[in-house]
């Protein structure tokens, strides 16, 4: 068996597949150079001498973030607990002196308030005079009391409620 092939047409087919190779070939060559480029980046993000990877490092960057993250939000919920507990503490007061008796000179005798945010707390008394001295504490519940109140005590829980200090 033998095979008569035209000449002509065995150079077309033998340019066809030297042209066929060529395109292999440059394509062989542009993925080279895509992959020489990718194993570049690669080892960028593998980190190379041994260094930590950037993917690694990011790793834990995002894990130091989320600890930060619970702890702020363990930080929250303490602060709005002492926020609570301190509106419960008796942190507004003033005092109001003033001269108990007409022969008594030098403000001896005071009036003092100290209340919580609500207004709760007490008040007490100091009435100053020559021989004697008597002292009072009444409570105090949202700013008022059930004992009757001198106007120097009910400016005390006043000017306590208002923060504002008597001149």
Do not use: C
Request: proline letters at 2%; zero cysteines; aromatic letters at 4%.
């Amino acid at each position: 068996m033998t095979l008569d092939l035209d000449p002509n047409m065995v150079a077309w087919l033998a340019i066809a597949g030297i042209a066929l190779g060529v395109v292999g070939l440059l394509l062989a060559a542009i993925a080279l150079t895509k992959l020489r480029r990718m194993r570049r980046t690669y080892l960028v993000l593998q980190g190379d001498d041994g260094a930590e990877s950037f993917v690694a490092a990011v790793g834990k960057k995002v894990a130091e973030v989320e600890r930060l993250r619970k702890d702020v939000e363990t930080t929250k919920s303490q602060v709005e607990s002492l926020r609570i507990d301190l509106s419960d503490s008796i942190r507004h007061v003033a005092v109001v002196r003033y001269d108990a008796f007409n022969d008594m000179g030098g403000r001896m005798s005071f009036s003092a308030a100290m209340l919580d945010d609500a207004g709760d707390g007490l008040v007490i008394s100091s009435i100053n005079a020559r021989t004697e001295t008597r002292t009072y504490a009444k409570g105090v519940k949202a700013g008022a009391s059930d004992a009757i109140l001198s106007p120097e005590e009910e400016q005390a829980i006043g000017y306590a409620q208002r923060g504002t200090v008597p001149q």
